[in-house]
């Protein structure tokens, strides 16, 4: 293990845009790994879907409820930074960091049945959150082993699901009847069988990126890069609202239901998670969409227009609020669908911006900043909800998209002006 550090590396275009894909094992794989995510990434939200039954067993503040889900945030936080710092995304085998994080990650969660206190609650889920830093990014870059031409559409689609398996347990709430046990256990019987998925059946591609040890070069490497520094920028402002958005659209949808005149009970509870649920997956279908309009019109065209519109939905879900459900609920799928439409191509960006032997290092840096963001644009929500009431608690997170799509329209000026790309490039035929 070398803790020199490297000469520059030249950094090379994505050849993304000349290879065609033609191993024709690379749909197997890509089901794999969508199954795996969706099973696996169930653990992210599993506490959060009956953080009204923890919050009543704890008496515990809005503040308190929020760090439930934030909790797992910071978990993450540490998890890629460790990852980071360490290069074990380019060091350690992918399938067994993945297979490994997700049982730990099965465990700390199911012991959130048997804690005995809101702190060991917390450690709990701060452990899930560790752990699944070894689920999402190295998923990442496992399936970017065995796609180049339909990169943007492969890693979509992994994201897609991921989306959905973090609505799970948002359904299985739904469900009248179902309480805390259901919940927290069935995501983590998920989780497990995620792994053994992985480590069983996955191999990687014929686009393998080349390891490499240990040198705390890399991370200068990565920072030193513009490209990498917009694209993170664009990422930055996406994550401030996305998070936010899912982890209070429940509550948002319970207080808009109380004014309509719902009264309070497993009714509302029902369905402020079934609103949750469908807001949350329908994102799955937009990773999809936002994988093949990337593909075909470029990366950089697709987030700046996801931004735009899930920024809009922001706004105007504010004017829905206490109002029909029939004017509700499509804002909220709709802002559903563009939050996280865009979110796979800033994955997909960050590994054609830096040298291929650090794009493990590159995505744990940018994902572990995107989540130590979303600490704090969780716990903004609460106070302004308080202040100005929940109707427009939501329209302080258009300033995410703004400030995203402001850093990806430079994005696109630098790679023109490096001759690298053109920032919209025209559709391509399949």
Not at 407 to 426: C, M, N, W
Request: hydrophobic share 55%; glycine share 10%; net charge positive.
């Amino acid at each position: 293990m070398s803790f020199s550090t490297p000469a520059p590396t030249a950094i090379v275009p994505s050849p993304a845009t000349a290879v065609e894909d033609t191993d024709p094992r690379r749909w197997r794989v890509l089901t794999l790994l969508a199954a795996a995510e969706l099973l696996g990434m169930s653990l992210w939200f599993a506490a959060s879907a009956v953080s009204s039954q923890l919050g009543a067993r704890w008496q515990l503040s809005s503040s308190a409820v929020g760090w439930i889900t934030a909790i797992v945030q910071l978990g993450f936080v540490l998890g890629t930074a460790v990852s980071a710092f360490l290069n074990l995304a380019d060091i350690v085998q992918a399938r067994r960091l993945f297979a490994l994080s997700a049982i730990l990650g099965s465990v700390a969660n199911a012991t959130v049945l048997i804690t005995p206190s809101y702190r060991g609650l917390l450690a709990c889920r701060l452990l899930t959150g560790f752990a699944l830093a070894g689920v999402y990014p190295p998923a990442m870059k496992m399936i970017s082993t065995w796609f180049r031409a339909r990169r943007g559409l492969a890693v979509g689609t992994v994201v897609g699901a991921l989306t959905v398996g973090k609505a799970g347990p948002y359904l299985i709430h739904a469900v009248p009847g179902a309480g805390t046990v259901p919940v927290v256990l069935s995501a983590s019987i998920a989780a497990f069988i995620a792994a053994l998925l992985v480590l069983l059946f996955y191999r990687e591609g014929p686009f393998p990126f080349p390891p490499r040890p240990f040198s705390w070069g890399l991370v200068a490497i990565v920072v030193r890069e513009r490209r990498w520094r917009l694209a993170t920028g664009g990422y930055l402002g996406h994550m401030f609202e996305l998070y936010s958005a899912w982890t209070w659209i429940p509550t948002f949808v319970a207080y808009s239901a109380a004014v309509m005149g719902m009264p309070a009970g497993k009714a509302r509870d029902s369905l402020a998670a079934l609103v949750a649920f469908c807001a949350i997956a329908i994102g799955g279908v937009g990773c999809v969409w936002g994988g093949i309009i990337a593909d075909r019109r470029g990366r950089e065209w697709l987030v700046t227009m996801a931004m735009a519109a899930s920024g809009v939905c922001a706004l105007l879900i504010g004017f829905a609020f206490g109002k029909t459900l029939w004017l509700l609920i499509p804002i909220a799928l709709a802002w559903g669908f563009f939050v996280i439409a865009d979110s796979a191509q800033f994955s997909v960006l960050v590994t054609e911006s830096v040298p291929p032997h650090a794009v493990g290092t590159a995505l744990t840096i940018q994902t572990s900043l995107g989540f130590l963001l979303t600490m704090i644009s969780i716990q903004l929500v609460p106070p302004v909800a308080t202040a100005i009431g929940w109707r427009w608690a939501f329209a302080m997170l258009a300033a995410g998209p703004a400030v995203g799509i402001a850093a990806i329209r430079r994005l696109q000026r630098t790679t023109v002006k490096a001759g690298q790309a053109s920032p919209f490039p025209p559709p391509r035929g399949r």
